[in-house]
């Protein structure tokens, strides 16, 4: 049973930082995508951060240069640190999985993460 726990996620000010873990379980994929996703309240669910077997990561332009996801193999864990926060990126952050390819887009990702909570106040 695959299985993903996000962890990490608080309340900060603008300009703040946070570092999300996703401890992820029970997927034997020869080749996986892991990937972040948030949703704000009001607002459809937005790929964040990806990053595939090989390494090679994707990003939104929106958190371009601020975010960096990252994984730990050994640890079969998946971050993302988060830097310069903005209120914008205020939202629930999720971790998936999907087989294969990345995409930035919520298509093929089976498995989901309950979420953690991230704040950022002006």
């Known amino acids: 049973q695959v299985r993903l726990v996000e962890s990490g996620g608080g309340s900060v000010q603008t300009g703040g930082s946070l570092r999300l873990a996703c401890a992820a379980s029970?997927?034997?994929?020869?080749?996986?995508?892991l990937g972040w996703f948030r949703q704000a309240p009001g607002k459809e669910r937005e790929g964040v951060a990806t990053?595939?077997?090989?390494?090679?990561?994707t990003y939104a332009d929106s958190v371009k240069g601020r975010f960096t996801v990252s994984k730990d193999n050994a640890k079969n864990t998946l971050y993302l640190q988060m830097n310069s926060l903005k209120p914008e990126d205020t939202a629930i952050y999720y971790c998936?999985?999907?087989?294969?390819?990345?995409?930035?887009?919520?298509?093929?990702?089976?498995?989901w993460g309950q979420g953690t909570q991230v704040t950022v106040s002006s």
């Open positions: 998936a999985v999907r087989r294969g390819r990345c995409y930035l887009n919520s298509y093929g990702y089976l498995y």
């Open positions: 029970g997927y034997t994929y020869s080749s996986a995508c």
């Open positions: 990053i595939d077997h090989d390494s090679d990561t």
